[in-house]
């Protein structure tokens, strides 16, 4: 006789973004047998069934059976799945956007012993945008899925920097020359005299700096 999986749950709601207005499932049955996996989402429910075991590792085979009816519908085309070691994850989508959580999972008030309160993902309504997404490895890997693998490759293209040789365009600075036909020479003649009389100051033991560099000659 098959077994009810455990099953964890947590959500989010958004009036507007479709990606925030979710429901996270978690079907805890570890080593599941790919090959007898039987999984059917409909928009008002969902059905699971496999054979989980691994006899390499001494874990005796048995056979899990789930159905759930939803509390509202879910749009199956645009949710997500994936298998890992330890268990089968769902991202469902929900079909109506607004800003209230479902009040339960299910559609019948009633209390099912093993659907439990994800913890780790669950956050209060209130607190949707304050609090920043944590997802287990298992959702993790189902959004590395959309297309985020190899087109980090194309940094490849790094080498191509040398044609950054067009950068000596920079060269046309030089026009900074035309600052009011300032002359180069006599303004550093007028430096080098500034700095002679500094150095005979010195030498005199004058103190007095209050007065300031003297005036530039007239260009």
């Known amino acids: ?56 590792k001494g874990i005796i085979e048995k056979e899990y059976d789930l159905q759930l009816e939803f509390y509202e519908e ?5 949710s997500q799945k994936k298998v890992t070691s330890r268990s089968f994850n769902l991202i469902l989508r929900k079909k109506n956007h607004k800003e209230e959580f479902w009040p339960r999972l299910m559609k019948e008030k009633t209390k099912v012993p093993y659907i439990k309160t994800d913890f780790d993902k669950w956050v209060d309504e209130d ?24 087109g980090m490759g194309g940094m490849g293209g790094m080498p191509g920097m040398p044609g950054m040789g067009g950068m000596g ?21 007028s430096i080098g005299k500034d700095k002679e009389a500094a150095g005979a100051s010195g030498d005199d033991g004058d103190d007095d700096d209050d007065e300031g560099p003297p005036p530039l000659e007239d260009a």
Do not use: C
């Not at 989010?12 to 805890?28: D, F, M």
């Not at 189902?142 to 693998?149: A, E, K, Q, T, V």
């Not at 365009?169 to 003649?189: Q, R, S, Y």
């Open 127 to 150: 607190e949707q945008d304050a609090k920043p997404e944590k997802l287990d490895d298992g959702y993790g890997g189902m959004d590395d899925d959309f297309g985020m693998g190899g």
């Open 1 to 56: 006789m098959a077994s009810h999986p455990e099953v964890l749950w947590a959500q989010r709601s958004s009036p507007s973004v479709a990606e925030k207005n979710v429901v996270y499932l978690t079907v805890n049955v570890p080593d599941i047998i790919e090959s007898t996996l039987k999984y059917e989402l409909a928009p008002t429910k969902l059905s699971f069934h496999a054979k989980a075991g691994n006899n390499d």
């Open 74 to 78: 879910v749009v199956p085309e645009e």
């Open 169 to 189: 365009g920079m060269g046309g600075m030089g026009g900074m020359g035309g600052m009011g036909g300032l002359d180069m020479e006599k303004l550093m003649a």
